[in-house]
């Protein structure tokens, strides 16, 4: 395969990736997960010129605001809705997902068959399209992250100013698309100190001006807006445990290659670990070629991220939220580097081996993605998107009783609206959602005492209802129930059904 045929291969993969994400979301729109409802509430409030307020009305501070910022600039650009936009956004993010990682590939691995092949399991990795399908910062993120890697492997080779500046320009955008961004910079100062080795004063202060010029725009922001709306720089996320991560981080990367259930923490890293021992072993006299292509410019970069990367998902991210098996929007995002590392060592330790063999496993890797994409693509057209991240948007909620009563009988401007699911609340009635109390029962809390300290219940002359999600949308265990708010304030049925309850709420 020439450069010209490569090339004609990721503009065909790159389309048909954005297709599959278009099917998959032209049902109902893309999929909507809690994140998702608060960048969409943010952008319409953009577009309302309200400012960066979330559907509780606040600053939004858990999240960097470039996404809605770019979701509201769409709609206006475009005369959309902003569920539409970020449609159209995403489809062209993995669009660029592929082509991005493909040149990736590209520049780093010598031979163009290996590049096709990692090009074709990006472009039919089911969880890159299940988060490019869903409202979400993550697949601008990703191009990002790729687009800072093929800046970094010049910048390693030739050090020019321009290269320098892009890294800078591209980990403040990563910043502002994801607090994770941060890795960027790690990730960039680290290789600027690697690109002035052995000349170390010199690499200290350019790896120094590289951490300051990239974060100084974000520190400003946590400085500047977060800390005075929220109390906090950069928002507040629950607990990391450092070692279920690390097994976690294993458990995704099998997830990639083999059905879910196969997926278990300590095998995955184990089959990795004898998998690697046993190459390195075979080829031993290739070890110095192999670590000089670790080394080199083309590869640099994506080994030093990765790394950076892996370890900020092992002592960063919340471990509740990101451990059960269908949530891979974090750790997707090394698929393309993993991918690098992993045919670079192939291509270095099995040098001779024959063609037809290594068509016939790449044959064979690909039966899972393909199997998994189409089942995907197929039920998200009759149901709306049906991965993991998808809480909302979906057919059994949009043609729920509760959702046609709420779009049946909307409410005036000046009602204010409980509930005990804000996020679905607010996508179905578009309108600012008031938080209801909250109490542990693992401390020992009260939902009586949580009920009659809370600050917020309307006033005398505020009208107010309290919506009340049952089955899939009824998960918040730390919300009293409407049995428990009867008790001390006055609720009256306005509306049941099987989905949910509809409640006039007073003093």
């Known amino acids: 395969m020439n450069s010209r045929q490569y090339r004609v291969l990721l503009v065909c993969l790159s389309l ?35 400012g960066l307020l979330d559907y509780f009305g606040r600053p939004l501070t858990n999240w960097p605001p470039l996404y809605p910022l770019l979701l509201a600039a769409t709609s206006r650009l475009l005369k959309t809705e902003v569920l539409v936009s970020s449609q159209i956004l995403n489809v062209l993010c993995f669009g660029a997902i592929i082509l991005l990682s493909g040149r990736l590939f590209e520049r780093s691995l010598p ?37 800072f890697l093929l800046v970094a492997q010049g910048y ?9 500046t892009a890294m800078v320009a591209l980990a403040i955008a990563s910043t502002f698309l994801r607090y994770a961004g941060v890795l960027l910079i790690a990730g960039g100062a680290l290789l600027v100190l690697l690109a002035w080795r052995p000349n170390w004063p010199a690499a200290l202060a350019r790896a120094a001006s590289f951490g300051l010029a990239a974060s100084a725009p974000i520190a400003a922001w946590a400085l500047l807006f977060n800390l005075p709306n929220s109390g906090t720089l950069l928002g507040t996320h629950r ?19 083999v059905p879910l259930s196969w997926t278990n923490g300590p095998a995955v890293a184990l089959v990795l670990i004898v998998a690697l021992a046993g190459l390195l072993a075979a080829g031993r006299k290739r070890i110095p070629s192999l670590l000089a292509d670790l080394q080199s410019h083309a590869v640099l970069p994506s080994l030093v991220m990765f790394l ?10 919340s471990t509740s939220e990101h451990r059960v098996p269908g949530s891979q929007r974090l750790h997707v995002l090394l698929l393309p580097m993993f991918l690098v590392l992993a045919f670079t060592v192939l291509q270095r330790m099995l040098p001779q081996t024959d063609r037809r063999l290594l068509l016939t496993a790449l044959a064979f890797v690909m039966l899972l993605p393909v199997y998994r994409v189409q089942a995907y693509v197929r039920a998200s057209l009759r149901e709306g998107d049906v991965s993991f991240y998808n809480l909302y948007n979906t057919r059994t909620i949009r043609q729920s009783d509760i959702v046609a009563y709420l779009q049946s009988e909307p409410f005036e401007d000046d009602v204010v609206v409980y509930s005990n699911n804000e996020a679905a609340a607010w996508f179905y009635l578009r309108q600012w959602i008031r938080r209801l109390p909250r109490y542990e029962v693992d401390l020992g809390e009260d939902a009586a005492l949580a009920i009659q300290s809370f600050a917020e219940w309307p006033k005398q002359d505020e009208q107010a209802v309290l919506i009340w999600f049952e089955r899939d949308l009824d998960y918040k265990d730390q919300v ?3 049995d428990e708010m009867a008790q001390h304030l006055v609720l009256r049925l306005l509306f049941t059904g099987r989905y949910g309850d509809v409640y006039s709420l007073g003093n």
Not at 25 to 45: C, I, K, Q, V, W
Not at 117 to 139: Q, R, T, W, Y
Not at 158 to 164: G, I, L, N, V
């Open 480 to 482: 009293p129930t409407p």
């Open 16 to 50: 048909l990736g954005m297709t599959l994400v278009w099917l998959a979301t032209a049902t109902f729109g893309p999929g909507l997960s809690t994140d998702g409802a608060r960048y969409l509430s943010t952008a319409e409030s953009l577009l309302a010129g309200r």
């Open 308 to 317: 950076v990367y892996a370890g900020v998902l092992i002592f960063t991210i």
């Open 111 to 147: 031979s163009k068959g290996w590049a096709a092949a990692a090009s074709l399991l990006v472009a039919s990795s089911l969880p890159f399209i299940e988060v490019s399908a869903n409202i979400a910062s993550d697949p601008l993120f990703a191009a990002c992250l790729l687009g």
């Open 239 to 257: 607990p990391a445990e450092a070692w279920t991560n690390f097994l976690v981080l294993f458990e995704k990367i099998g997830g990639w290659f």
């Open 156 to 164: 390693v080779e030739k050090r020019q100013p321009a290269q320098f």
